[in-house]
């Protein structure tokens, strides 16, 4: 016992100089098998060790006498593997004297030093395989000519690159995920070379747990750019990535959480992965960052968008909700930075989507107010902002008319009316859908568009090239046109009546949507004013025609016109 404890002696005496080398190692590890067979217990599990340390020594012994002195990637392999062997030192020592405190634990402790010693093997094999020892600086594999590159060329410089990532200093591992990155972004079939290689993905998830700040973010960049591809997804999900993303939005880099959100957001436009984010307290750490990222618009944005991912699993709906995140969204939707002020509006509107009971809660808590706001010619909101927020008002505020109360109150219908005269044409198209769901809400709706001024702003939609356009038009004047006054306005420009008559004109084939423009007729016909002015416009042949094709509504219209006192005056007019 006492020469075996000599023997460890040597070795802790050996490892425990500054630089450790290729020499003092063999030494120490020469010096460990030895001594391990002495070791009475666990003899199973020294067994292994001993075998592994025996492999590692020939590995060693063949590159002893290569060009080491310079080479940061073999310096940095050596004392890892020094460390290994004096944690290894520790562990025989303590079964030789037989001081350890359980069997467990001890066992655990010798699984633990012999997968690292497997690790140790592999990349001393790497090492040598790439040729790293053959002069004091490693090769550097140039990238193959992205036109006349071939599959085999491009397979090996992936592999080149990947092997930097295992065995590398932290400079080199960083500098391989940038030039990895750099590839993927140039040419899609790196991605598929490199999802055919043994454990690369898997490699790649364990590097997000790094310390190294750097290296974190850049294999963070790396893997969102992986997740982009449909074909990868299932591989990265395999490798086990969501947990270690999760962890990263907690990481004090910025730009490790915001890669680990964008990816996260792709990976969960597969609803299957909604239950691992949340599983992994991911719910919390997004509605964290959510909570305190005023100023960080594309780290938000990313949040919200896996926020409105997942929502669609009614559990994890209803934890956001316990955790009062529709107050935090309406604060967003106010925020001046345009990222976050869309993406909240639309995780509102996702999050509110077939539910009466959240829609209630958004009225309840100031959004339709926020959203009426961001609509505010005179706010900052970009285009696509103010059409967004136009969206979740039509699905907010469908079946409550306290809302409709507040949207008059606010000013709504003045934006509207804004949109259809000065807006781009994207905004004008969602504002009149916007005027054609309020047409169909309530007659106090009708009744404000109408003494709002929508009549004549919706007739010149009427000719417009873009057939729904026209068609949302004349449903919406038709909904309107209900109410008794809103028809005295319409009768009372004398050019409505007859653009009406025109539009109908049965030898134009892009008149399109004359059933509506029928239907707003039919009902204009109860007006005394509005018969006459049809009467007397000159286009009456129209709907003659259409009663004579048997178009039922403009035989209807016929009919009332030929009533009473109108009938002379229509047989003079048909019989000149």
């Given at each position: 016992?006492?020469?075996?404890?000599?023997?460890?002696?040597?070795?802790?005496?050996?490892?425990?100089?500054?630089?450790?080398?290729?020499?003092?190692?063999?030494?120490?590890?020469?010096?460990?098998?030895?001594?391990?067979?002495?070791?009475?217990?666990?003899?199973?599990?020294?067994?292994?060790?001993?075998?592994?340390?025996?492999?590692?020594?020939?590995?060693?012994?063949?590159?002893?006498?290569?060009?080491?002195?310079?080479?940061?990637?073999?310096?940095?392999?050596?004392?890892?593997?020094?460390?290994?062997?004096?944690?290894?030192?520790?562990?025989?020592?303590?079964?030789?004297?037989?001081?350890y405190s359980g069997k467990l634990i001890?066992?655990?402790?010798?699984?633990?030093?012999?997968?690292?010693?497997?690790?140790?093997?592999?990349?001393?094999?790497?090492?040598?395989?790439?040729?790293?020892?053959?002069?004091?600086?490693?090769?550097?594999?140039?990238?193959?000519?992205?036109?006349?590159?071939?599959?085999?060329?491009?397979?090996?410089?992936?592999?080149?690159?990947?092997?930097?990532?295992?065995?590398?200093?932290?400079?080199?591992?960083?500098?391989?995920?940038?030039?990895?990155?750099?590839?993927?972004?140039?040419?899609?079939?790196?991605?598929?070379?490199?999802?055919?290689?043994?454990?690369?993905?898997?490699?790649?998830?364990?590097?997000?747990?790094?310390?190294?700040?750097?290296?974190?973010?850049?294999?963070?960049?790396?893997?969102?750019?992986?997740?982009?591809?449909?074909?990868?997804?299932?591989?990265?999900?395999?490798?086990?990535?969501?947990?270690?993303?999760?962890?990263?939005?907690?990481?004090?880099?910025?730009?490790?959480?915001?890669?680990?959100?964008?990816?996260?957001?792709?990976?969960?436009?597969?609803?299957?992965?909604?239950?691992?984010?949340?599983?992994?307290?991911?719910?919390?750490?997004?509605?964290?960052i959510c909570n305190n990222g005023e100023?960080?618009?594309?780290?938000?944005?990313?949040?919200?968008?896996?926020?409105?991912?997942?929502?669609?699993?009614?559990?994890?709906?209803?934890?956001?909700?316990?955790?009062?995140?529709?107050?935090?969204?309406?604060?967003?939707?106010?925020?001046?930075?345009?990222?976050?002020?869309?993406?909240?509006?639309?995780?509102?509107?996702?999050?509110?989507?077939?539910?009466?009971?959240?829609?209630?809660?958004?009225?309840?808590?100031?959004?339709?107010?926020?959203?009426?706001?961001?609509?505010?010619?005179?706010?900052?909101?970009?285009?696509?902002?103010?059409?967004?927020?136009?969206?979740?008002?039509?699905?907010?505020?469908?079946?409550?008319?306290?809302?409709?109360?507040?949207?008059?109150?606010?000013?709504?219908?003045?934006?509207?009316?804004?949109?259809?005269?000065?807006?781009?044409?994207?905004?004008?198209?969602?504002?009149?859908?916007?005027?054609?769901?309020?047409?169909?809400?309530?007659?106090?709706?009708?009744?404000?568009?109408?003494?709002?001024?929508?009549?004549?702003?919706?007739?010149?939609?009427?000719?417009?090239?873009?057939?729904?356009?026209?068609?949302?038009?004349?449903?919406?004047?038709?909904?309107?046109?209900?109410?008794?006054?809103?028809?005295?306005?319409?009768?009372?420009?004398?050019?409505?009546?007859?653009?009406?008559?025109?539009?109908?004109?049965?030898?134009?084939?892009?008149?399109?949507?004359?059933?509506?423009?029928?239907?707003?007729?039919?009902?204009?016909?109860?007006?005394?004013?509005?018969?006459?002015?049809?009467?007397?416009?000159?286009?009456?042949?129209?709907?003659?025609?259409?009663?004579?094709?048997?178009?039922?509504?403009?035989?209807?219209?016929?009919?009332?016109l030929s009533g009473n006192k109108f009938?002379?005056?229509?047989?003079?007019?048909?019989?000149?």
């Amino acid at each position: 016992m006492f020469e075996e404890n000599c023997s460890l002696l040597v070795v802790q005496e050996s490892l425990e100089e500054d630089k450790p080398s290729t020499q003092k190692a063999i030494e120490a590890i020469s010096s460990l098998i030895s001594v391990s067979y002495s070791i009475k217990v666990f003899s199973a599990k020294w067994q292994s060790i001993r075998n592994k340390l025996d492999e590692l020594l020939s590995s060693l012994t063949a590159i002893e006498n290569c060009d080491t002195n310079n080479n940061p990637e073999v310096f940095s392999s050596i004392q890892a593997i020094s460390e290994t062997i004096k944690d290894c030192h520790d562990q025989a020592k303590k079964c030789l004297n037989q001081s350890y405190s359980g069997k467990l634990i001890m066992q655990s402790d010798l699984d633990i030093v012999s997968r690292k010693l497997d690790n140790h093997k592999r990349n001393l094999l790497d090492i040598y395989n790439l040729g790293l020892l053959t002069q004091s600086y490693a090769i550097v594999v140039s990238k193959p000519s992205l036109h006349i590159a071939s599959r085999d060329d491009m397979k090996f410089y992936v592999l080149d690159l990947f092997s930097r990532i295992k065995i590398g200093s932290a400079d080199m591992k960083k500098q391989a995920l940038i030039a990895f990155n750099e590839a993927i972004q140039e040419d899609d079939r790196y991605v598929k070379i490199a999802a055919e290689i043994d454990n690369f993905f898997i490699f790649l998830v364990q590097f997000l747990d790094i310390q190294e700040s750097e290296i974190q973010e850049n294999v963070a960049k790396v893997v969102s750019m992986i997740a982009g591809f449909e074909s990868c997804k299932r591989l990265l999900i395999g490798a086990g990535i969501i947990a270690p993303l999760v962890r990263g939005l907690e990481s004090e880099s910025e730009l490790t959480k915001e890669f680990a959100t964008n990816c996260l957001q792709k990976l969960t436009e597969n609803a299957d992965n909604a239950w691992s984010v949340s599983a992994h307290g991911g719910v919390t750490s997004l509605l964290k960052i959510c909570n305190n990222g005023e100023n960080r618009g594309g780290l938000v944005g990313s949040a919200c968008g896996v926020l409105k991912n997942i929502v669609i699993v009614q559990e994890i709906k209803r934890f956001i909700i316990d955790e009062n995140a529709i107050p935090l969204f309406i604060k967003l939707v106010r925020s001046k930075d345009e990222v976050i002020q869309i993406s909240s509006i639309d995780f509102l509107q996702a999050i509110a989507r077939g539910d009466d009971s959240i829609r209630k809660l958004i009225i309840k808590e100031g959004g339709v107010r926020a959203l009426i706001r961001v609509l505010d010619p005179k706010s900052s909101s970009s285009t696509k902002g103010r059409e967004m927020a136009l969206r979740v008002i039509m699905t907010s505020c469908i079946s409550s008319e306290n809302s409709l109360h507040i949207l008059m109150s606010y000013g709504f219908l003045d934006h509207i009316l804004y949109f259809f005269r000065f807006g781009e044409f994207s905004i004008q198209e969602v504002a009149l859908k916007a005027a054609f769901w309020l047409s169909g809400t309530s007659e106090e709706a009708k009744k404000a568009m109408g003494d709002a001024g929508f009549i004549p702003e919706l007739v010149k939609f009427l000719g417009s090239k873009s057939f729904e356009i026209g068609e949302m038009a004349a449903e919406t004047l038709s909904n309107m046109m209900i109410i008794p006054r809103n028809r005295k306005r319409f009768v009372h420009n004398e050019q409505n009546v007859g653009l009406l008559l025109q539009m109908l004109d049965p030898e134009e084939t892009n008149s399109g949507n004359k059933k509506l423009l029928l239907s707003i007729l039919m009902t204009l016909t109860s007006c005394n004013s509005a018969r006459k002015k049809i009467v007397n416009s000159g286009y009456l042949k129209h709907i003659e025609k259409l009663a004579e094709d048997e178009v039922s509504d403009a035989k209807k219209i016929v009919r009332r016109l030929s009533g009473n006192k109108f009938r002379n005056m229509l047989n003079g007019l048909w019989h000149s």
